[in-house]
């Protein structure tokens, strides 16, 4: 009996860890972010695509903490849907605009280094080496905004 009970729990233990693992080699791609929109007036009201609250007739929204989920794990988004998430950049499907980076991104490239001539400011690289037009080394700058 004893050694009935130790096969059925390894073979238990064995099924449960290989599905984790095959649970954490999934994808990550931008089908994968699962959105829930939720009416403004009725939290309680929820849907995975956007459409129109059942009590009211409003139109479900992204909720502050999904538009913050997109925000972070998502690079490109539709300037017209913001349903429309991708981690490259692309068309949107939906309308074929170019797809825009996040906020997060925009950021990202503000304060991002770069190096530059001290006396040609236009000779720009991103990564150390010298001015092609006067040999200097570059030095660091930060990016300015326009």
Same mark, same amino acid.
């Given at each position: ?23 954490? #080699? !999934?994808?990550?791609? =931008? =089908? ?18 956007? @459409?129109?609250?059942?009590?009211? +007739? &409003?139109?479900?929204?992204?909720? !502050? ?5 997109? +925000?972070?794990? #998502? !690079?490109?988004?539709?300037? &017209? ?5 991708? #981690? !490259? =950049? +692309?068309?949107? %499907?939906?309308? @074929?605009?170019? &797809? ?17 001539? %001290? &006396? ?5 690289? @991103?990564?150390? +080496?010298?001015? =092609?037009?006067? @040999? ?11």
């Amino acid at each position: 009996m004893k050694k009935i009970i130790f096969i059925v729990f390894a073979v238990f233990a064995a099924s449960t860890t290989f599905a984790q693992k095959d649970k954490m #080699n !999934k994808p990550d791609s =931008a =089908a994968a972010v699962k959105l829930r929109y939720s009416c403004p007036m009725h939290p309680e009201v929820t849907s995975d695509k956007p @459409g129109k609250c059942t009590k009211c +007739g &409003m139109e479900l929204t992204l909720s !502050k903490k999904e538009q913050m989920k997109t +925000g972070v794990t #998502n !690079k490109y988004s539709c300037p &017209m849907h913001s349903d429309v998430v991708s #981690n !490259k =950049a +692309g068309k949107c %499907p939906k309308c @074929g605009m170019d &797809m825009v980076k996040s906020k997060k991104e925009q950021m990202k490239m503000e304060t991002m280094k770069m190096y530059s001539c %001290p &006396m040609h400011p236009e000779e720009t690289s @991103g990564k150390p +080496g010298k001015c =092609a037009k006067c @040999g200097m080394d570059l030095v660091k700058t930060k990016i300015k905004k326009s």
